[in-house]
């Protein structure tokens, strides 16, 4: 499961004021042009003592252009280009495409990451939102139709002290399993290339 977004390293009281509420929220998101962040995923499954960790690098462009690219221990990536989702994986030295039957599900998923960077909780028909305050602040989706919440519990989007920033995300399955993304070393609102979301490499 994929899903988005960052954290940079100031007090949460400075800007505490945009988590308020959820117009609050979207003025702030809707400021953000463009992201890019690095990440460390953990999975945690019953059957394991030890989650599986997963690092790579996030890209970001406002409306909906997505790049997920996972460097270790399997390199990997997803490319989300206007209308255009593309998966690749690293095999006997070299990105192969995959057109499997998980893209389209994959898209669906990238849409919802989308919306969510955008600040559009409401507009989401998936996942009904709801904000809890706190230091940090988070929101919480749970999902509105029984056919995804056959897959997820509820996700998690933890907000940063600073303004449209979300430092990170959890993501509960039914049969007990999570998934843990937090993110580092963001920069906000800088110019990416379409090349960054258009090539693997």
Not at 73 to 84: A, C, F, I, S
């Amino acid at each position: 499961m994929l899903a988005l977004v960052f954290i940079l390293m100031m007090p949460a009281a400075v800007h505490a004021g945009w988590t308020e509420n959820w117009e609050s929220i979207r003025q702030a998101m809707v400021k953000v042009h463009s992201i890019s962040a690095d990440f460390t995923q953990k999975k945690n499954l019953r059957i394991l003592a030890r989650p599986l960790v997963s690092t790579g690098r996030f890209y970001y462009r406002a409306p909906g252009d997505l790049r997920w690219e996972y460097s270790s221990p399997l390199k990997n990536v997803l490319l989300v280009h206007g209308d255009k989702v593309a998966m690749y994986v690293w095999n006997n030295g070299s990105f192969t495409k995959d057109e499997g039957p998980q893209l389209e599900a994959t898209r669906i998923v990238m849409e919802q990451i989308a919306t969510w960077l955008n600040g559009n909780f409401h507009d989401n028909r998936a996942f009904t939102p709801e904000l809890k305050p706190g230091n940090p602040a988070s929101i919480v989706l749970v999902p509105a139709r029984d056919a995804l919440a056959k897959f997820i519990k509820q996700i998690t989007l933890r907000l940063s002290g600073t303004p449209g920033v979300i430092s990170s995300i959890e993501i509960l399955e039914p049969q007990g399993s999570s998934t843990v993304i937090e993110f580092s070393h963001i920069s906000l609102n800088t110019e990416i290339s379409d090349t960054t979301f258009e090539r693997v490499k």
